[in-house]
C-alpha cells in the first residue's frame, strides 16, 4: 500500500470519487457535490485558511487502485481554545481493512507531530461544525443535508487506534404531518407558552426576508455571538460578511418563511434556522451538477421533493434563556407548517451530550432521538489526561463562579 499527498488533478479527482465505489451499493448515502467538498480545500474558498492549513491524502492499493482517503488540518483558533494545541482530521474513508485504516490515521498523526500538535479531534471539518462533523454510530438512515453518513466499521478502526469519545451528537427528528397527511400538533404545554408569551407587551416575531438580508444578518449575528461565547470554548465570532455569501450560496434552497427571529423592544433576542433538506435532491446528482442536473434541480424544488426540514442553527440571548421564547419560536414554525404540506419530518441537529437544556427543549416539543455521532479526542502527547468535552465544561463554570 501506497500514501500519496493530494496534489495533482487525477489525485484531486480520486479523493473525490473514491466514495461514490465505496457506498455504490448502500441506498442511505448521499454523494455530496463534488465542488463542495474541493471547496474543503480551496484557500480562495474557504476562509478558515486565514488562520489554519490542510493537507489531504488518497491510500493506493499495490495495483495502484485507491482504497482510502484522510485528511488533516489545523484550525488556529479552535486549537487556542483547547487546553493543549489540537488539530483534527477527518474526510476519512476506507475498505474494510484495519491496516488500510490505521496506515491513513498514522499519516494524519504524523503531520500534526510535524505541526507540534498534542491531541487530534475527529472525525471533523476543516470548518464550521455545521457540516461534516461526528462519526455515526447509530441511526443508519438518509442523512440530512450537512450530516455525515460513514460506514458501521469505521467506529472499531477509530477506537482500536485509541480515540476516545470527546462527546456524542445527537439528531433528533419529529414528524411534521401523520400517514393521512394531517398536521401533527406540538405538545399541549408548548402550545400554552407560546401563545402565552406571543401576547405579552414588547415581544415580536419575524421571519427573514432576502430584502432586508443585511438587518437580519446582524441580528444573527449579535444573538449567536452573545449566546455562544459563554458555552462554546472554541468559540469562533461569526462574521457577518462569511454569513451573508453563505446565505447567498443557499438562496436557490432557503425558503425565508422557516427562519424566524424573536424579539423584546425591538432588539433580538432569539433566531431559529431550517433548511429544507436538499440531500432529498442531491441523492440524485452522483455529485455533479452540470446543465441537466440544474434543470433537474429546479423540477425537484417546484415538485416539493424535498419534505424533510434540518435544523441548522439556532440561538436565544442569555438574558431571555428559560423565558419560553423557544416555545413561541416553534410556534410561529407550526403556523407555517400549516400551510406548506409538503413538510412531512423535521430533523433537530444536532445537539452535543453536553447542551442538556437543549435536549429538553427537543424533548419538550415531541422530538425522538434518531442518530448518535461521536466527535473522538486521540491524545497525542501521552502525559496528558483523557477528558470529556462535557467534564472541561463543567470544571470551567465552576471556575467561573
Not at 52 to 57: D, F, N, Q, S
Not at 110 to 126: K, L, T, Y
Not at 241 to 256: F, G, M, P, R
Amino acid at each position: 500500500m501506497k500514501i500519496v499527498e493530494v496534489i495533482k488533478k487525477d489525485d484531486k479527482k480520486e479523493f473525490i470519487d473514491f466514495p461514490k465505489k465505496l457506498y455504490s451499493t448502500d441506498p442511505y448515502w448521499v454523494c455530496q457535490l463534488d465542488s463542495g467538498i474541493e471547496s474543503v480545500f480551496d484557500f480562495l474558498k474557504n476562509h478558515t485558511f486565514k488562520h489554519g492549513e490542510a493537507i489531504r491524502w488518497i491510500l493506493k492499493d499495490d495495483n495502484g487502485l485507491t482504497i482510502g482517503r484522510i485528511a488533516a488540518f489545523i484550525d488556529n483558533v479552535r486549537s487556542d481554545a483547547n487546553n493543549q494545541p489540537t488539530g483534527g482530521i477527518g474526510f476519512f474513508e476506507v475498505i474494510e481493512n484495519r491496516d488500510a485504516a490505521f496506515m491513513l490515521f498514522d499519516k494524519a498523526i504524523e503531520w500534526q507531530i510535524s505541526h507540534n500538535m498534542q491531541a487530534v479531534d475527529a472525525p471533523i471539518n476543516f470548518g464550521e461544525n455545521d457540516n461534516n462533523w461526528g462519526l455515526l454510530v447509530d441511526g443508519f438512515m438518509q442523512p440530512g443535508i450537512g450530516m455525515p453518513y460513514n460506514k458501521k466499521y469505521y467506529r472499531s478502526f477509530f477506537e482500536e487506534y485509541g480515540f476516545q469519545n470527546y462527546f456524542e451528537q445527537y439528531s433528533y427528528h419529529r414528524d411534521v404531518r401523520d400517514k393521512n397527511n394531517k398536521i401533527v400538533q406540538f405538545p399541549e404545554r408548548i402550545m400554552k407558552i407560546a401563545e402565552w408569551l406571543t401576547k405579552r407587551p414588547g415581544y415580536s416575531f419575524h421571519h427573514f426576508e432576502f430584502r432586508n438580508k443585511a438587518k437580519y444578518v446582524n441580528d444573527i449575528v449579535e444573538i449567536y455571538n452573545s449566546t455562544w461565547s459563554v458555552f462554546k470554548e472554541d468559540f469562533t465570532p461569526l462574521d457577518p460578511v462569511i454569513l451573508e455569501e453563505s446565505l447567498e450560496k443557499a438562496k436557490q434552497i432557503i425558503d425565508e418563511k422557516l427562519i424566524w427571529f424573536a424579539y423584546f423592544k425591538d432588539k433580538p433576542i432569539a433566531f431559529f434556522v431550517l433548511f429544507p433538506d436538499l440531500n432529498q435532491i442531491l441523492k440524485h446528482f452522483n455529485g455533479r451538477l452540470h446543465f441537466w442536473n440544474m434543470i433537474r434541480f429546479v423540477y425537484y424544488k417546484l415538485t416539493h421533493k424535498m419534505t424533510r426540514m434540518r435544523a441548522l442553527v439556532g440561538g436565544v440571548h442569555p438574558t431571555h434563556q428559560n423565558s419560553g421564547v423557544e416555545s413561541a419560536i416553534f410556534f410561529q414554525l407550526y403556523k407555517v407548517f400549516k400551510k406548506k404540506p409538503w413538510f412531512k419530518e423535521l430533523e433537530l441537529s444536532w445537539v452535543g451530550d453536553f447542551n442538556s437544556r437543549m435536549i429538553a427543549i427537543y424533548e419538550a416539543i415531541g422530538a425522538k432521538k434518531a442518530k448518535t455521532h461521536i466527535t473522538y479526542r486521540y491524545l497525542i502527547n501521552k502525559k496528558l489526561s483523557f477528558i470529556r468535552y462535557k467534564d472541561e465544561l463543567s470544571d470551567k463554570q465552576i471556575h467561573k463562579k
